[in-house]
């Protein structure tokens, strides 16, 4: 029976396997049929099953039991341009054999918050306005894998950098895009999940296959849930505190909380995604960003400050019940503002109204 040295103390300061390695490439004493050191072997033996364990576990809890997709199932499409965010981009690919379509949403860090976060919103979520996961892949970065969206962002089919969309469309289609959102809304505040970043640029049109009454053409799809939290979370009550989003669709008690350091409990509530909501019915019936001729600060302190009230000068034919709907939910008292659900209803009208003459002259 050979016998070799083994010193406990530094084996504790390494890892088990590198431990037993070592173990047997030295030259001194220690007995191998002691119960002392068969024990001890069992012991590093099961510390690393525990550790292949952990490490196998944390891989399947990021993967959020959805589908996991390596490069080499998809192919990207060279062919359409990247699209260039603050921490990710977009870029359009085909799952191989399948030849369907879907947006790669790349992240520019590794292992965030951010990304964990959109996954297990997007897990709780099915609905015909909202982007749907279809997968995740692990590999440089990480990228979520949602639906392709063949048209532009509501931010660019407004500002017309999408084949002048806006000048193109008709009432009815505006009326029934803002229609789709609230629907969209509703439905997410049912599930008691905030958005927290609702904004036109987190809006997607896709062409429609059921175009109604051959006036409207654009499927919406809600996206960019990296900001967005559920009530019934068990960490909500931190995350709900912290002031993310965007400044000119950010609400007065948001605006009040980030920068004039006002002590709000819990500032983001229903209520602060019926605010943002308001500034896109704005810009759906102006075809503009409110208080776009100031400078951005001044404008954040006196939004925040409640000095300034939105004025909308509406594009023509615009129905005044649109007009309405933006006043009341950006309404400085959060209390005022109303549910999606009563906005839904409302706009439902609105739109069927507008079909009846859905021209719009700017």
């Known amino acids: ?42 012991n590093l033996l099961e510390k690393e099953n525990s550790l292949i364990e952990k490490i196998q576990g944390s891989f399947e809890s990021q993967s959020y039991d959805v589908p996991i997709f390596q490069l080499s199932d998809l192919e990207v499409d060279e062919n359409t341009k990247i699209k260039y965010g603050s921490t990710s981009t977009v870029q359009k690919a085909f799952i191989l054999n399948q030849n369907l379509p879907v947006a790669v949403k790349k992240y520019k860090l590794k292992n965030t918050e951010s990304f964990k976060n959109e996954i297990k919103i997007l897990k709780k979520i099915s609905h015909e306005n909202v982007l749907r996961l ?59 999940i905030l958005h927290r970043d609702l904004k036109s640029k987190n809006v997607f049109l896709t062409e429609s296959k059921n175009s109604e009454n051959g006036l409207a053409h654009w499927q919406v799809k809600i996206g960019d849930f990296n900001l967005a939290i559920c009530l019934d979370d068990a960490n909500v009550q931190k995350i709900q505190t912290r002031c993310e989003g965007s400044y000119y669709w950010m609400a007065p008690e948001i605006i009040n909380k980030k920068y004039n350091d006002q002590v709000i409990n819990n500032p983001y509530t229903f209520k602060s995604d019926v605010y943002s909501f308001g500034i896109i019915m704005y810009e759906l019936i102006t075809g503009n960003l409110p208080f ?23 594009i023509p034919n615009t129905p005044k019940g649109a007009v309405e709907i933006v006043k009341i939910c950006t309404d400085s008292n959060r209390d005022i503002r109303p549910d999606f659900k009563d906005i839904k209803s409302q706009l439902f009208l609105i739109k069927n109204e507008s079909s009846r003459n859905p021209l719009k002259k700017i």
């Open 134 to 192: 279809i997968g995740v892949m692990n590999d440089q970065n990480d990228s979520i894998i949602t639906d392709w969206c063949s048209g532009p962002n509501l931010y660019e089919f407004l500002n017309s950098k999408h084949e002048d969309c806006y000048d193109k469309s008709n009432m009815f289609e505006l009326m029934d895009i803002a229609y789709q959102i609230s629907n969209a809304m509703d439905y997410l505040h049912s599930l008691r």
């Open 1 to 42: 029976m050979h016998s070799f040295k083994l010193d406990k103390n530094q084996i504790k300061q390494r890892s088990p396997l590198k431990s037993i390695e070592e173990a047997f490439t030295d030259d001194d004493s220690i007995n191998l049929d002691s119960i002392e050191f068969s024990t001890y072997l069992d």
């Open 292 to 314: 776009k001729d100031l400078d951005p600060m001044v404008m954040v302190l006196k939004v925040g400050r409640r000095s300034l009230k939105l004025d909308p000068r509406p």
